[in-house]
């Protein structure tokens, strides 16, 4: 799989190149802002592109610019935003627009290799991932008008996968469950959270998220 | 108003003369009706003193000492009886009838000239006066005088003329026909001066002045017409034409003291509005309330006061600087007290013209005054503590931002690079050798743990989402960081940095003392924003905080019942 890797903090970016190629990833390029990516994206095709969420010229979130920039240009090129936000709004910025192929990672995450390639691997099949802390803090947010109070257990962990963007395959088997038994559980949470179900899994992490973070 | 010795001394004299000129006339008017003006009628007679009276009192009322205007009206008043004096049976006086016969319409029209309001002179209304008295006094009075024998012209039952140097019955002719002739010049110049006077006055200064002047125009007017239609004889006569022209000068002397008694009355019912205005008010008036009866009082609703700083800038009732309206739609009438410049009204172009006004309103106001001026000034006090402490809070946030911002690209990413850099150490050297690895696997997490800790304490300085997408966004944001935080109510749109600010850390602060769970609500209303923080507990501990940055942003804080309401205001 070929990746390039954005990120101003030479450090870090030489380290994580490093890590992947061990992990068997090849690097196809490596810059520090984010003019620079999209010109490596443009002419490298790389399968994912990783990306600092801030980055130069303004130190905001160039990074995140850039990924969706990258999402409109080339759908075909997966994105995976590092960032040191914990907010689910830039997550949920990135999927907005092509809710596939991207990924929205806590940056302290880097140095968790199989994590990182885990999540590489998902978008590269046109998955979508959201870091779980992210989605934890969502789904143990209380609210005013206490939506999942109506769920179980098993099913708010069954959401919180579906909000991490895992497919039912994947759900079953961290769960130890059948295929069969994931299924009924997600009808029968988006029965009783009154949404829509979508054909694909990465509209549905776009429908769970916005329920997630409103009110 | 309580009169003081001296005036009451010349009230009384000019009462004493009325009665003994008064009764010189009517004695000499009856010793021979068909020389004099008034004739055998006793209504004309009547007439005549009536006006003479209503003007002498209209000149009481309005006597103060140093003012010339009631002087030159008392005056003018027994002038006109005097007119009646150049007749045989006038004995003694018939000289002073035969030299001031004409006097009174200079008088009158320096009377109006002057004004209830006192204006000096200026040089057209010199020039005028100086012209009129010469034509009446000095040509038809003592010139005439000088060559006219009564003897010689027929009139044996007349009184010898003292002032007679030689009959000169042709010179006699040509002076009275240019005294005339003059007169009737000065005359029509004394109405154009008048007219003008009146078209270019502020409407305050006319609403003063025409009640006096356009009277005394007229009267004087009918003079000039007398003089037209006395000019071919040579003299003013009493045919029936002079006697009707007589009785309508007595009228319009009779306007003239009703509209000295019409304007006083108009000074008065503002006086008596002013006076009520302190009445009412006392001497602690609202804030604004002054400002608000001023302008109902004077019919101008538009009205401003301005006061002035002890350093010379002016403030307006809120306490923000300000300056004076330039000439032009506004105009700015500076008041004075203590000898000290202490505020302007500003108001429409000649609202306040009369001084007597600005005098009044000084004088019955003033306490108010004081009060409302203390008052904008401890407002600019206020208004400069608001912006110092707004400023202080606003340079914090900045402060913090700026930390937060170097936090998270610096230290942060520092430490994930290192937490990065010993994972690579593990992969390559220590791979073989366990004991270095299990050492290089806890440093690594405690330095992921400080990345993790470091980018909690960034985001409590400041968070982002704050800056860029508003309260609403923010306090979302912060109960998916903190779960007994608990967003309801909350509008979508922007404010004031300092007002979201003020708000967000308000649920922060509340946070940090709770226990349960913290609720928060937020509306707007009336260009206020509305908050209300749930808390459940009391929140003293917080209170400072909290309210040092909601007073920056001009708010007030009220704690109640483990409830904190915050009021901000906003344009939004």
């Known amino acids: 799989m070929r990746v390039v890797i954005a990120d101003d903090e030479a450090l870090l970016r030489e380290g994580l190149a490093r890590l992947l190629e061990d992990a068997g990833f090849e690097i196809a390029g490596r810059c520090g802002d984010a003019d620079a990516l999209l010109h490596m994206v443009e002419v490298r095709r790389p399968d994912v592109a990783i990306v600092d969420i801030r980055m130069p010229p303004n130190q905001g979130d160039d990074g995140l610019l850039a990924a969706q920039e990258i999402r409109r240009r080339h759908p075909d090129v997966g994105v995976l935003v590092l960032s040191h936000y914990l907010d689910s709004r830039y997550a949920a910025r990135l999927l907005e627009d092509v809710p596939e192929r991207a990924g929205y990672l806590l940056k302290d995450r880097v140095s968790e290799v199989a994590v990182i390639a885990d999540a590489l691997r998902r978008i590269g099949e046109g998955e979508c991932v959201i870091d779980p802390t992210i989605v934890s803090r969502l789904v143990a947010r209380k609210r005013a008008r206490g939506p999942l109070d109506v769920l179980t257990g098993r099913e708010r962990e069954v959401l919180a996968l579906v909000a991490e963007g895992r497919s039912n395959g994947a759900i079953g088997e961290q769960l130890f469950l059948s295929r069969k038994t994931v299924d009924a559980h997600i009808s029968q949470i988006f029965l009783k959270l009154d949404l829509r179900e979508a054909p694909e899994d990465h509209r549905r992490v776009l429908a769970v998220l916005a329920f997630l973070r409103s009110g | ?572």
């Open chain 2, 1 to 572: 108003m309580i009169a003081d010795g001296r005036t009451a001394l010349y009230r009384a004299l000019a009462g004493i003369a009325l009665v003994a000129v008064a009764a010189a006339t009517t004695a000499i008017v009856r010793g021979d009706p068909d020389l004099a003006l008034a004739g055998e009628s006793g209504a004309a007679l009547a007439a005549e003193l009536a006006a003479a009276a209503l003007a002498v009192a209209a000149a009481v009322v309005t006597w103060r000492a140093g003012f010339i205007f009631p002087v030159l009206l008392a005056t003018a008043a027994l002038a006109w009886l005097v007119a009646e004096w150049n007749a045989p049976a006038a004995g003694p006086a018939f000289t002073a009838g035969l030299v001031l016969y004409a006097a009174w319409p200079p008088l009158l029209a320096a009377a109006a000239l002057r004004g209830l309001d006192e204006r000096p002179f200026d040089r057209p209304a010199a020039v005028l006066l100086a012209l009129s008295f010469g034509t009446a006094v000095v040509l038809l009075g003592l010139a005439s005088a000088a060559v006219f024998d009564p003897e010689a012209r027929g009139c044996v039952q007349c009184p010898a003329n003292l002032l007679l140097i030689a009959d000169a019955p042709g010179l006699g002719d040509a002076l009275g026909r240019a005294g005339l002739a003059l007169t009737a010049i000065w005359t029509a110049a004394f109405a154009v001066l008048a007219a003008a006077r009146i078209v270019g006055a502020s409407p305050a200064r006319r609403r003063l002045a025409a009640p006096v002047l356009l009277p005394a125009v007229a009267a004087v007017a009918l003079f000039g017409a007398d003089a037209l239609h006395g000019l071919d004889r040579g003299f003013i006569s009493n045919d029936p034409t002079d006697r009707a022209m007589r009785l309508a000068e007595a009228s319009a002397l009779a306007l003239v003291a009703a509209g000295v008694a019409l304007a006083r009355l108009r000074t008065r019912r503002t006086r008596a509005a002013l006076a009520r205005l302190v009445l009412d008010i006392g001497a602690a008036p609202a804030p604004g309330e002054l400002r608000a009866r001023l302008a109902d009082s004077l019919g101008d609703p538009s009205l401003e006061l301005l006061h002035r700083l002890e350093g010379g800038e002016w403030i307006d009732a809120d306490g923000r600087v300000t300056e004076l309206p330039a000439a032009g739609e506004r105009e700015a009438t500076r008041v004075h007290a203590g000898g000290e410049e202490m505020m302007a009204v500003v108001h429409r172009p000649g609202l306040l013209d009369d001084p007597a006004l600005v005098s009044e309103l000084v004088t019955m106001a003033s306490l108010a005054l004081m009060h409302e001026r203390l008052h904008a000034s401890r407002r600019a006090r206020l208004e400069e503590l608001r912006a110092s402490r707004a400023r202080i809070v606003a340079a914090a946030d900045t402060e913090r931002r700026t930390l937060e911002r170097d936090l998270h690209d610096g230290a942060q990413q520092r430490l994930v690079a290192v937490a990065l850099a010993i994972r690579l150490a593990r992969h390559r050297i220590a791979a073989a050798d366990p004991t270095l690895d299990t050492g290089l696997a806890a440093a690594e997490a405690r330095v992921r743990a400080a990345a993790v800790e470091l980018r909690d304490v960034a985001h409590g300085l400041f968070p982002t989402v704050l800056a860029d997408e508003g309260l609403r966004a923010a306090l979302e944001e912060l109960s998916e960081h903190t779960p007994q935080l608990v967003p309801r109510a909350l509008p979508a749109g922007r404010f004031a940095g300092e007002v979201e600010s003020a708000a967000y850390f308000a649920a922060v602060e509340s946070l940090r003392l709770a226990d349960h769970e913290v609720t928060v609500d937020a509306v707007v209303e009336n260009g206020h924003l509305r908050v209300v923080i749930g808390a459940g507990t009391v929140l003293d501990g917080a209170m400072i905080q909290i309210r040092d940055r909601v007073g920056a942003a001009g708010g007030t804080v009220a704690a109640r019942d483990g409830e904190l309401r915050l009021e901000m205001p906003c344009a939004s």
